[in-house]
């Protein structure tokens, strides 16, 4: 016998014990596809023939195959599903999933499975046991089409068992090995004139009896071909023409299956346009009529293609429908998701399920008309309304291009106004709203440089707090900066960093050609320029105008006063202008990587805090230190004195460090901007240019303005020229004597990666000796305090940076092609929290957390949980030291003496 | 950090024996944490001068991993500063002296005698006031030289260190245990873990002065880093009251926080009774004491509460978490700027002082989550009347109430606002004052009741 079964189905074997339906599934299907009620017995007892846990058995092997189906994967249940009761929860769970429920009926002669069953050990029960089960069966029978198995097989003897083949077929929706290319065609509703004007456009060769596709592609009409325009037969002769031909594909509008059933002679009110279509039938005799029913009537209600990234329904497909078959599939397909109730035009309230769509393939859809195609969530609705005087629109796919024809004349009065044109698209003012399911959770994303990055729960939970308290509106935040490694230290004495050590690694990395551009000492700040305000509106979605945003690397904007913002960002807006990059980058927008300067504009209070507060303390104790020293008292202190006016020089140079990146800020041109990358234009992310592009524009941009912007000085090394990399070293060495920060080391291409084709560090700083002085102390330069910062782990830090460079890419590419917010969200959320999960969170080598922390964060990890999002270093210490105390009350209050071994001796030890 | 310690005592050098260092030699100790040098600049029989001069190690403090609580960061005040490390630094190398032991001048152990301190530097949280404030009810005579946080940039102003010269006639033993003790208090830190043994070494320098000290209430709470168990713990071991209920010091009270916030309870508990609701949004819940209020009628069968902060969120928890309640009580992590689920199909909302904490740019994202897709019946905002601040003779004008106060909205403000909110969507509104009304300024706080249309 021939058994067929949709590919996705669930299929219940029927038989009673000793039936064989183990071995049949075994013979026909993967093991993995089986679920066996002994087994789950097994699962949860130990015991596969233990019939006391057969409730919790069962309620486990309904979960499972639940999620089974929900993947979309055929799945076999192995019970003896004799009862009606055993069958009905699989029939309901088949519909739940829209997938067909299939029987399989193993009905064996009696002795047989006795005969088995003695074979069998554990299944050692009395005869009545399957007499009952035969009893059983034997009713059921009649019973299986009413219960809703859609098909049912039976076998009724070994012979046919051992002859039975299985086979698959493919669920009518399903046309994924179809590639296309395809053109799309909306709702035709009649419009024989501009269907053919439309097919003439996308280059169809239209002879008076067949109409040929240009080579390879293939038309797909969306359904909706007749009522209420002039010529519906002529439509609906060239559509089943082409359909024949195979080259075209048609999917079932509402009004078609109308259609249908008056043409079947059932009472369907002649509204919405029916009528017409009826008028223009009349002439034509009934086996036409009777085809075009026939042919309407045999369409499927929706499709999926080219490996399942293009889905076409009439009125749209929600993700988990797509590919199943049932009522309600092809109901959604026609008629979309409605609220039962009715708007003052009379029409049906609609869902807007696209609003909620977050699927993978690309949505083609019609059935509401609009004025204009408009993309929302990777979906598109392309009835342009032909009918109603609108135009007729076919999508080109893979291009996703829109091609229209505009009607002729208005055939119809559309009973509600199409919805009107506004100044952002449908995306944009969706994207107003993210939705909180899209950050939350464990989560991970996927880039084009590295796959599934992963955001761990507590750190999303993190990222939410920040982006809700402190970050600018997130529409503007399309990128956040990565954090940036230095080099390895240097063994050189007296120094920590030196380029050498930077040029080692690229050399290493078979890297040829790096650029060493110079490093500014301000605040990191990424600035987003519109040609003009309303670009703010019609690009980035702002429900205001603005000249653009300029926030800072943790996406906080930089200026607290408004005004000077906006003079700021205008003022760059002409510089842009003036260097003609809106013309020559062909762009309405720029996203920039810059460092603003002075340090002290942003900076102010930590300053004052710590900077000029260590600065003035150490003056203050150091000078009457030497000064006692000095006292001659015949003690010989000479050592001391050295040592401390050695100290004091070095505060000296602490302090004229820091000194020189502030400088105070009275109006705008003492600001000064250095921009590094330019990150984005419209339609391109420019990490495919090399960085010498990057430096040579941004010059370019750098002299409209001079007073504001400031160009970088920058070197292109030969990795492999001594000479060229003394030079550079040279030069670093002399503007670091200049005060300057130090350089960064770049490959010459934005993403290199190594020859085992890994992503190497995009870029490495080089610090110079006395601005380390801000990081590591004025002190650091001691040869034993050298000594002890030389071991340094970078590889933490490098992987971070890579992860956190993807991720900002990944972001600025999602911006550039138009993607849906919260796809550009995910990443830069992504970034907030790479850099939460520092050494501090998660320690093992580097870590600033406390060390009996640590210890207690092994043993009494749930108590802990709340710690991970707290390592932010302003609220670390009391946070550190409240969590111990709450833990050790708690310990006590549990008359645990282990509180007293646990190494908390830091403050007995001093 | 260098601290000296001059006598006038003759003879002077006799200083050498109380503090068991040799007048002629310069010593050096080490310390966990670093190094201590001891040496006298000066040691004539008119005048004696020891010092104690602390070398910290700060790069090894950083890179060692034992005690991480010492130092935050490698760029730190702590190597030239007075703190918790020259308190230590006193009781390793003056110990003796620190403790009154002299076997060879047991008589100068409890002798006045004039002793002149100087710390090079000191930093006082609080200013020279403080200072003052510490020393001078103590028998000092102070001294305190200010040092601007840098030269070139005067307009930065001073910074929190002083040159600090303390004089006195009073036995050594005393000036030692007083900087001990008040180094640290001044500073406002403490670079080890404080438990309960410091409460012990507290009341062990402490006898005999702290408990007549004017400022003994300070003392203790910064001596034991504002650990409010610990210091109730310590008021408890002296057999002492605190003087006021409130016994922080730098906190900044401008509302009469507890009566305004029980009448803000009562008067949204009020309107929701009026509403009839039972499932309620404690939306911002912060620590939960609102949720916690609700959670005390049983007319609310649900109540949810809605946190950004998670740490905020999990105090709420623990204050909430009873068996019994679980099912009832529900707080979830959550933000005001994203559409949620969860809040739907509640029948009312409360945001009692949160909408002050959202930036006023994403105020409309608020709006459509709270207004547009959660749209419980009723929803009750409550949020200060800038009006009211100027009776606040506490606070400055055109500050806020709370440093993350966004804005504060005048009673104009709020009823526009409110008046958009109501065109937007489908709700009217009632505005209420919650407090005593002033005939000028209007109520501390306003209330604005929105019902569903």
């Not at chain 1, 598109?380 to 609108?390: H, P």
Request: aromatic letters at 8%; a positive charge; proline letters at 6%.
């Amino acid at each position: 016998m021939n058994i067929t079964i949709p590919e996705i189905s669930l299929v219940v074997l029927i038989g009673v014990s000793g039936s064989g339906k183990s071995t049949f599934a075994k013979t026909h299907f993967k093991p993995t596809e089986v679920l066996s009620s002994d087994y789950f017995r097994g699962l949860i007892s130990d015991d596969e023939t233990d019939q006391t846990i057969t409730k919790e058995a069962f309620e486990t092997l309904h979960y499972v195959a639940a999620k089974r189906l929900a993947n979309y994967k055929l799945t076999v249940i192995d019970a003896t599903n004799v009862q009606e009761s055993a069958r009905k929860p699989l029939v309901a769970l088949a519909k739940q999933h829209h997938v067909f429920p299939i029987a399989i009926v193993l009905d064996m002669p009696e002795d047989l499975c006795r005969e088995r069953n003695k074979h069998r050990p554990e299944r050692n029960f009395a005869h009545r046991v399957i007499a009952q089960q035969r009893h059983q069966l034997r009713r059921s029978f009649r019973r299986f089409k009413r219960e809703g198995f859609r098909r049912i097989y039976t076998l009724r003897s070994e012979d046919e068992v051992q002859h039975a083949h299985v086979t698959r077929e493919k669920v009518w929706p399903n046309r994924r090995d179809d590639h296309g290319p395809f053109d799309i065609i909306g709702d035709v509703h009649g419009c024989h004139d501009e269907l053919l004007a439309l097919l003439d456009k996308l280059g169809y060769d239209i002879q008076p009896n067949s109409i040929a596709p240009p080579p390879g592609r293939k038309a797909i009409f969306l359904g909706d071909l007749v009522d209420r325009g002039p010529k519906t037969p002529q439509v609906l002769d060239l559509v089943m023409q082409m359909v024949d031909s195979g080259t075209a594909l048609c999917i079932p509008g509402n009004h078609d299956t109308r259609l249908v059933r008056a043409l079947q002679g059932k009472n369907v009110k002649p509204t919405y346009g029916l009528s017409e279509t009826l008028e223009q039938l009349e002439s034509y005799p009934v086996e036409d009529r009777k085809r075009y029913a026939k042919f309407l009537d045999s369409l499927t209600s929706h499709y999926i293609l080219d490996n399942g990234n293009l889905i076409v329904a009439h009125a749209g497909m929600k993700e988990e429908l797509a590919g199943r078959t049932s009522g309600t599939v092809r109901a959604f397909a026609l008629y979309g998701e409605t609220t039962g109730e009715t708007d003052e035009y009379g029409l049906p309230i609609r869902l807007n399920w696209a609003a909620r769509y977050r699927g993978t393939a690309t949505v083609v859809y019609g059935h509401t008309p609009i004025s204009n195609p408009e993309w929302l969530n990777n979906t598109i609705n392309i009835d342009t309304g032909c009918v109603y005087g609108g135009a007729l629109t076919a999508l080109r796919y893979p291009e996703k291009e829109c091609v229209s024809v505009p009607a002729l004349k208005t055939y119809n009065k559309p009973s509600r106004p199409l919805a009107s044109e506004t100044t952002r698209s449908v995306q944009q003012t969706h994207d107003d709203m993210l939705d909180i399911d899209d950050v939350i959770g464990k989560r991970a994303v996927d880039t084009f440089l590295i796959p599934r990055i992963t955001i761990r729960e507590e750190h999303a939970i993190a990222a939410l707090e920040i982006m809700s308290r402190y970050t600018i509106d997130p529409k503007w935040l399309i990128y956040l900066p990565p954090t940036m490694s230095p080099s390895k230290p240097s063994s050189r004495p007296n120094i920590l960093e030196h380029p050498d050590e930077a040029y080692a690694y690229y050399r290493e990395n078979s890297i040829a050609q790096v650029i060493a551009e110079e490093k500014h000492m301000g605040s990191r700040a990424i600035v987003i320029l519109c040609k003009n305000d309303d670009i703010a509106r019609t690009r980035f979605g702002l429900s205001e105008p603005a000249p653009g945003a300029c926030y800072t690397r943790t996406g906080r904007s930089f200026f607290d006063n408004k005004s000077l913002e906006t003079a700021f960002l205008t003022r760059l807006q002409n510089a842009v202008s003036k260097a003609n990059l809106w013309h020559d980058l062909n762009t309405t927008w720029i996203a920039l990587d810059c460092e603003l300067m002075p340090w002290s504009a942003r900076a102010q209070q930590l300053l004052q805090e710590q900077y000029a507060a260590v600065g003035a303390s150490a003056r203050a104790s150091l000078n009457a230190t030497i000064e006692a020293l000095n006292t001659n008292n015949n003690i010989d202190v000479a050592d001391w004195l050295t040592k401390y006016q050695n100290r004091s020089q070095r505060i000296d140079h602490y302090i004229h460090a820091y000194r020189a990146y502030c400088w105070p800020v009275h109006n705008l041109t003492d600001l000064k901007l250095a921009p590094f990358h330019i990150l984005a234009t419209e339609g391109s992310v420019h990490h495919n240019q090399p960085h010498t592009y990057h430096m040579e524009t941004l010059s370019k941009l750098c002299t409209a303005d001079p007073e504001l912007l400031h160009a970088t000085s920058y070197r292109v090394v030969d990795l492999n020229d001594t000479q060229s990399c003394a030079n550079t070293t040279a030069w670093w060495k002399e503007r670091t004597a200049q005060g300057s920060e130090g350089m960064v080391v770049k490959p010459i291409d934005f993403i290199a990666r190594n020859k085992k084709d890994r992503l190497i560090q995009p870029a490495i700083k080089c610090r110079g000796r006395e601005y380390l002085r801000i990081i590591y102390g004025p002190e650091y330069t001691t040869p034993e305090n050298l000594k002890k910062l030389r071991w340094r782990n970078v590889k933490t830090k490098q992987s971070l940076a890579l992860r956190e460079f993807a991720l900002g890419l990944e972001a600025l590419s999602r911006f550039a092609q138009n993607e849906p917010l919260r796809r550009i969200h995910e990443c830069v959320f992504g970034v907030t929290i790479a850099r939460k999960e520092c050494k501090k969170c998660f320690p093992k080598k580097d870590c600033h957390l406390l060390p009996p922390l640590h210890c207690w964060y092994l043993r009494v990890k749930p108590l802990l949980v709340p710690m991970q999002m707290l390592c932010y270093r302003s609220i670390l210490f009391p946070m550190a030291e409240r969590a111990i105390r709450q833990m050790m009350a708690l310990l006590q209050a549990q008359s645990l003496d282990r509180a007293q071994k646990l190494p908390l001796k830091s403050s007995q030890k001093v | 950090m260098l601290l000296t310690i001059t006598t006038t005592y003759n003879p002077a050098t006799d200083l050498g024996y109380l503090l068991h260092k040799h007048p002629r030699r310069a010593q050096t100790f080490d310390l966990s944490f670093g190094r201590a040098h001891v040496f006298y600049p000066e040691a004539t029989d008119e005048k004696c001068t020891a010092a104690l001069l602390l070398d910290l190690d700060t790069i090894g403090l950083k890179r060692r991993r034992q005690n991480t609580f010492a130092l935050r960061d490698y760029v730190t005040d702590r190597p030239y500063v007075a703190s918790s490390f020259t308190s230590v630094a006193i009781a390793r190398v003056f110990g003796s002296a620190l403790k009154g032991q002299c076997t060879d001048r047991p008589d100068l152990v409890t002798q006045p005698i004039p002793l002149r301190a100087e710390i090079h530097v000191l930093p006082c949280r609080g200013g020279d006031q403080l200072l003052n404030d510490l020393f001078q009810p103590l028998g000092y005579k102070v001294t305190a030289k200010p040092h601007r946080l840098d030269e070139k940039f005067p307009e930065w102003g001073y910074s929190p260190y002083y040159t600090v010269a303390l004089e006195a006639t009073i036995p050594l033993k005393n000036l030692l245990t007083h900087l001990y003790v008040l180094i640290p208090v001044l500073d406002d830190d403490k670079h080890y873990f404080v438990s309960q043994s410091e409460i012990d070494t507290l009341i062990r320098r402490g006898e005999g002065w702290l408990s007549d000290h004017p400022k003994r209430d300070l003392i203790i709470d910064r001596y034991l880093k504002h650990q409010r168990i610990l210091t109730q713990e310590a008021f408890r071991l002296m057999d002492e009251q605190p003087l006021s209920r409130n016994i922080k010091d730098n906190e900044l009270v401008v509302e009469n926080n507890l009566r305004l916030n029980q009448q803000r309870h009562n008067a949204v508990l009020k309107e929701l009774e009026i509403s009839g609701a039972q499932r309620v949004l404690d939306l911002g819940c912060g620590e939960g004491h609102f949720t916690q209020i609700l959670s005390e009628h049983p007319q609310f069968a649900k109540i949810l509460g809605l946190e950004v902060s998670h740490h905020a969120l999990s105090r709420a928890h623990k204050r909430l978490d009873q068996p019994i309640q679980r099912n009832r009580i529900e707080l979830i992590h959550g933000s005001l700027f994203y559409r949620d689920t969860r809040l739907d199909s509640y029948d009312a909302a409360v945001l009692l002082e949160v909408i002050e904490h959202l930036d006023p740019s994403r105020l409309p994202v608020f709006e459509r989550v709270v207004f547009e897709y959660a749209q419980p019946n009723t929803i009750i905002i409550t949020t200060p009347n800038a009006d009211f601040n100027t009776l606040w003779a506490s606070l400055p004008a055109g500050q806020f109430r709370h440093p993350d106060h966004r804005f504060e909205w005048s009673r104009k403000q709020f009823q526009n606002w409110t008046q958009s909110v109501e065109k937007k969507f489908n709700y009217h509104t009632t505005i209420k004052p919650i407090g005593p009304v002033d005939p000028e300024a209007g109520p501390p706080t306003q209330m604005a009741i929105f019902n569903k249309k």
